[in-house]
């Protein structure tokens, strides 16, 4: 054996090594992306189920949604009749009312008037009757 035969039998050996270095992390890299593989897909099985029924849901929250903007726009329909009945109503009634009102006020406050009136000179009138009473008393004494 020659110096360049024993150099190639140990590069050859040192390769075959290396190869043996490297082929066990190499197993355990393959056994780990095999078990990834299986998470993976037992994830996904799981996840499948789920995302079906977040897909109901969501069809379920969209029909509520169609709903509540029907509703929505009923009551901004409603409010705007409302609007318009409460004008209508004040064009019309409005200004009788106020009509009414000022002469109901106008009524209490003569009736009151009358009425304190009336006071005064019944109390105007029960002095008089009494200065004359004493007056009458004087003269007679």
Do not use: C
Not at 102 to 127: H, I, M, N
Request: zero cysteines.
């Amino acid at each position: 054996m020659s110096a360049g035969e024993i150099a190639g039998l140990i590069a050859a050996i040192a390769v075959a090594l290396l190869v043996l270095i490297v082929a066990v992390p190499l197993m355990k890299l393959g056994r780990t992306l095999d078990e990834t593989t299986l998470t993976i897909r037992q994830v996904r099985e799981q996840s499948q189920p789920i995302l079906s029924q977040a897909s109901t849901t969501v069809t379920h929250v969209n029909a509520n949604l169609e709903r509540v903007d029907d509703i929505t726009g009923n009551a901004a329909n409603v409010s705007s009749n409302v609007a318009a009945l409460t004008s209508v109503f004040a064009a019309t009634l409005g200004s009788p009312l106020i009509k009414v009102a000022a002469f109901s006020y106008g009524v209490r406050s003569a009736a009151r008037k009358k009425r304190e009136g009336q006071a005064l000179a019944d109390a105007q009138r029960t002095t008089r009757d009494e200065r004359r009473a004493r007056r009458a008393v004087r003269k007679a004494a």
